[in-house]
């Protein structure tokens, strides 16, 4: 792909960004055009200001430390400024309903992101709020990682159209929306997880009709080896995400044979990258070898979410 010098990428066809799935791929090329374009005016002290005057309001149900801050950061580098609200510190924790806050936040900022739980309660506030809700992560999905992703990708291996992307462990929100960027971009997915925790049915039977029409492949499977074999791409997720803590005995087991080693890198492609969207847990999920090893690009890719978040502001809040 070649960088664009627009300030601002082709018309977006969706009011808000809650699933990797609501996107055209066209869509995510032109965003990943500008994300490369964005970051190459940052890196040389010329970014553009087309959100001067703007506000995003920010809605964390949960902790963050790359997605906050990069959309933070992503606003004051173009001109506008944020504002972050912690759900319990609203009156949304004393019984405001979340169809007044909705409303009533719009008449004061320019868009929201929100990061919940439940990818329901995400889709309330995409009904009732009239400005763009783009989402900052659900149990469901994380699209605006994993659109960072897919340019980390494109960055290291030129391309994604055939390309064999292996994610390994908990089939999770991060696994859904790769199965879809996957799918629509025309990358071949394979998920190798233990029975039990395998990425949602719908998703993947989706997943598999869009990639046959990409001419892309989607796999799950319980071996772990067989997913890796041959991947341009290996990546992985924590195995305890947030408010899974109770789980924390049965899932160490359940995964262990599916942590990122040496044993599994070898099987892999010799150019293969190594992903992680952070945070990591050494020694669980993957190796402290590997994480920090020459194939990791994991720092690169945290990089990457501050050009992507920027791109998505400007895509959605630029109006």
């Known amino acids: 792909m070649s960088p664009t010098t627009k300030t601002r990428p082709s018309q977006r066809s969706v009011k808000d960004l809650l699933t990797i799935a609501s996107l055209s791929a066209q869509h995510?090329?032109?965003?990943?055009?500008?994300?490369?374009?964005?970051?190459?005016?940052?890196?040389?002290?010329?970014?553009?200001?087309?959100?001067?005057?703007?506000?995003?309001?920010?809605?964390?149900?949960?902790?963050?430390?790359?997605?906050?801050?990069?959309?933070?950061?992503?606003?004051?580098?173009?001109?506008?400024?944020?504002?972050?609200?912690?759900?319990?510190?609203?009156?949304?924790?004393?019984?405001?309903?979340?169809?007044?806050?909705?409303?009533?936040?719009?008449?004061?900022?320019?868009?929201?992101?929100?990061?919940?739980?439940?990818?329901?309660?995400?889709?309330?506030?995409?009904?009732?709020?009239?400005?763009?809700?783009?989402?900052?992560?659900?149990?469901?999905?994380?699209?605006?990682?994993?659109?960072?992703?897919?340019?980390?990708?494109?960055?290291?291996?030129?391309?994604?159209?055939?390309?064999?992307?292996?994610?390994?462990?908990?089939?999770?929100?991060?696994?859904?929306?790769?199965?879809?960027?996957?799918a629509l971009v025309g990358m071949h997915v394979s998920v190798g997880c233990p029975s039990g925790y395998e990425p949602d049915q719908k998703i993947v039977e989706w997943s598999m009709r869009e990639a046959a029409k990409h001419h892309a492949t989607i796999d799950v499977t319980p071996d772990p080896i067989e997913a890796v074999k041959n991947a341009d791409v290996l990546y992985t997720d924590v195995w305890i995400s947030m408010g899974q803590e109770r789980e924390q005995k049965r899932r160490l087991k359940a995964l262990s044979p599916y942590q990122l080693n040496e044993r599994l890198l070898n099987q892999a492609k010799p150019d293969a990258i190594v992903m992680h969207c952070l945070p990591a847990h050494r020694g669980e999920e993957i190796s402290t070898e590997v994480l920090d090893g020459p194939q990791s690009v994991v720092l690169e890719q945290a990089e990457n979410r501050l050009d992507m978040q920027n791109a998505i502001l400007i895509d959605w809040l630029a109006r």
């Open 28 to 182: 995510i090329s032109t965003l990943i055009k500008h994300a490369r374009t964005l970051q190459k005016k940052r890196r040389a002290g010329r970014m553009p200001r087309p959100l001067l005057g703007k506000t995003l309001g920010l809605i964390f149900e949960k902790p963050s430390t790359r997605t906050r801050v990069s959309f933070e950061a992503g606003m004051n580098q173009l001109g506008g400024q944020s504002l972050f609200l912690e759900s319990e510190k609203i009156q949304l924790s004393r019984g405001e309903s979340l169809a007044d806050t909705a409303q009533v936040l719009s008449r004061y900022v320019h868009g929201l992101v929100v990061r919940t739980f439940d990818q329901a309660t995400l889709e309330e506030w995409a009904t009732h709020a009239t400005i763009p809700v783009i989402n900052g992560l659900t149990d469901q999905c994380h699209p605006c990682q994993i659109l960072a992703d897919l340019f980390t990708i494109i960055e290291k291996k030129k391309r994604l159209k055939g390309l064999k992307l292996a994610y390994v462990g908990d089939g999770n929100n991060v696994t859904h929306s790769l199965l879809e960027a996957g």
